[in-house]
C-alpha cells in the first residue's frame, strides 16, 4: 500500500505540472509575441509618448523674420505629450465576463479590441538654421486597434512662439507668437503590455505675429499666415 502512494505521487505531481501545458494545447494560449495582452485590451487609461523626425515649413510674408537664411525651411522635430483615455465604443475583453471572456481566444481576442477616445497635452518643437517655432497643444484623438497594431487619427490646436538666432531680431528682442491647428495621423506597432512604437505625420496652419519696433527693419508689424509638416517615429508608454 505504501509503495503506491509512493509511485501515485509523482504521477500526481507530473499531471499538475501538465495541466498548464494542456489548456495551451486546447487553445488558452496567448497571441504570439504580445503575451497576454488581449486579455487586458481597454485597461491602458494614460499614454505617454515621445518622438523625433523631419520638419518642413513656409511662411508666405518675409517682415515677420526680416534676414532669416529661407521662408521654406528643412529641419528638426520634437514633441512629447501625456494623453487619457476617456471614452471606449465597445466592451473590452476583460470586461466580457467569465464564458464570453474564455471563448475569446487566438484570433477572435485579437479582432475584439475596441476603438476609442483619447484627449491630449502635447509639447512640439520644429528646429530650422536660424529660428525655432515651438508650441504648446490640446486635442482629441481617435484610436483603431487591429491584430497587433493602431491606427489613429486626432486634431491639435494650440499656442506657439518663435525663438531666433537672427541677429537683428534678437537685438530688439520682440515677442514672435500666435496660434496653430494641426491634423496628426499615426500607425503604432504593439511590442508588449505597456510599450508601443510607430510613424506619425502631421500637418496645418499657423498664424504668427510680431510687433511693430524702433529699429527700422522692423518698424511695421509683422504679421505671416504658414504651413508646417512634420513626419516622425516614435514610441509609446502604456499605463
Not at 67 to 77: F, I, K, M, Q
Not at 95 to 100: I, T, V
Not at 159 to 169: E, P, Q, S
Not at 174 to 194: A, E, K
Request: hydrophobic share 45%; net charge neutral; charged share 20%.
Amino acid at each position: 500500500m505504501m509503495r503506491s502512494r509512493l509511485t501515485a505521487l509523482p504521477i500526481s505531481v507530473l499531471l499538475t505540472l501538465m495541466s498548464p501545458v494542456a489548456r495551451a494545447a486546447d487553445g488558452e494560449r496567448s497571441p504570439p509575441g504580445c503575451g497576454r495582452c488581449w486579455e487586458d485590451t481597454g485597461r491602458d487609461r494614460v499614454f505617454i509618448h515621445a518622438d523625433g523626425g523631419v520638419a518642413m515649413l513656409r511662411l508666405y510674408d518675409g517682415s515677420l523674420l526680416p534676414d532669416a537664411a529661407s521662408l521654406t525651411p528643412t529641419g528638426v522635430a520634437a514633441s512629447a505629450g501625456l494623453a487619457v483615455r476617456i471614452h471606449t465604443f465597445g466592451v473590452p475583453t476583460y470586461q466580457l465576463g467569465p464564458e464570453l471572456e474564455a471563448a475569446a481566444k487566438g484570433d477572435v481576442a485579437r479582432a475584439f479590441r475596441p476603438p476609442y477616445l483619447t484627449l491630449g497635452l502635447r509639447w512640439g518643437a520644429s528646429y530650422f538654421p536660424d529660428f525655432s517655432v515651438d508650441a504648446v497643444m490640446v486635442g482629441p484623438g481617435f484610436h483603431v486597434p487591429f491584430w497587433r497594431m493602431e491606427a489613429s487619427v486626432g486634431v491639435d490646436l494650440g499656442y506657439a512662439w518663435v525663438d531666433t538666432d537672427i541677429a537683428v531680431i534678437e537685438a530688439a528682442g520682440p515677442v514672435i507668437d500666435g496660434y496653430l491647428g494641426d491634423v496628426r495621423l499615426g500607425l503604432d506597432v504593439l511590442l508588449g503590455r505597456h510599450i508601443s512604437v510607430g510613424l506619425g505625420a502631421r500637418g496645418g496652419a499657423m498664424r504668427l505675429s510680431r510687433e511693430a519696433l524702433s529699429e527700422p527693419s522692423l518698424a511695421t508689424h509683422g504679421v505671416s499666415w504658414g504651413r508646417r509638416w512634420t513626419v516622425n517615429l516614435g514610441f509609446q508608454l502604456r499605463i
